[in-house]
């Protein structure tokens, strides 16, 4: 069973262009979250979704930043008019259907962004 | 709210030696506890948990008590080795309710030959 999966691995863009970063969770998963750590901080979450609906986007930029998981496909987290404070490790982890699924999670190998 | 401390790193360590890194937590309700690892260039691994209070978790060769009187969940190595090195996290969730992982700001460890 492959592993939750997020790509790209490594983003540069430049201010003001869009960011789409990308996460396949693990096979029978089906709640994801996106977590941000920016350099020495710890993981920040921002967003908790199940198949096709946001859960939780309480630590979500209220701007330039939404998060989606379509029926079919992996989750997406999109950033648009990015700036340099944006510039951070993006992580995904997933969880299966259980009772309690945010106590276990797995984490990918998350995405950096550069934003130049 | 909730929110976890650890201590600042970076722990330099030799081969051999003994690791204790602190954690304390607060919360607005009863915690899970947690620690992961995560190497260079990697995402967080779950290296070991506690659900309870005096629980103890283990996991190759790493240990951490919850103690619910000092609110506190060190993580300790009787004898750290190379491949060790990388940063640790201390986290916690709300064990009733629905919560999210809450994690400190890591702490780093370097261990040299």
């Known amino acids: 069973n492959a592993g939750v999966m997020q790509n790209p691995r490594h983003l540069v863009r430049r201010r003001g262009q869009e960011a789409r970063l990308r996460c396949s969770p693990m096979k029978g998963h089906s709640h994801v979250y996106w977590y941000r750590q920016l350099p020495e901080e710890g993981l920040k979450f921002m967003v908790y979704l199940q198949k096709e609906n946001i859960i939780d986007e309480s630590g979500m930029p209220k701007e330039r930043f939404s998060a989606e998981f379509p029926k079919e496909g992996p989750s997406i987290l999109r950033i648009q008019q990015v700036v340099r404070g944006d510039s951070a490790a993006y992580f995904c982890?997933?969880?299966?259907?259980?009772?309690?699924?945010?106590?276990?999670?797995?984490f990918g190998p998350g995405t950096r962004l550069l934003v130049l | 709210g909730n929110s976890v401390t650890q201590m600042e790193g970076p722990v330099t360590l030799s081969e051999e030696a003994f690791l204790t890194i602190n954690c304390t937590y607060t919360a607005t309700g009863y915690p899970s506890l947690f620690w992961y690892v995560q190497y260079p260039g990697e995402g967080l691994q779950l290296l070991l948990k506690?659900?309870?209070?005096?629980d103890k978790g283990s996991n190759k060769g790493f240990e951490a008590t919850y103690r619910k009187e000092t609110t506190s969940f060190h993580l300790e190595k009787g004898s750290v080795q190379v491949s060790d090195s990388a940063v640790y996290f201390c986290a916690l969730i709300l064990n009733s309710g629905y919560s999210t992982l809450t994690f400190g700001k890591g702490t780093m460890l370097l261990v040299s030959p």
């Open positions: 982890a997933s969880s299966p259907p259980v009772q309690r699924p945010q106590e276990t999670q797995y």
């Open positions: 506690a659900t309870k209070a005096d």
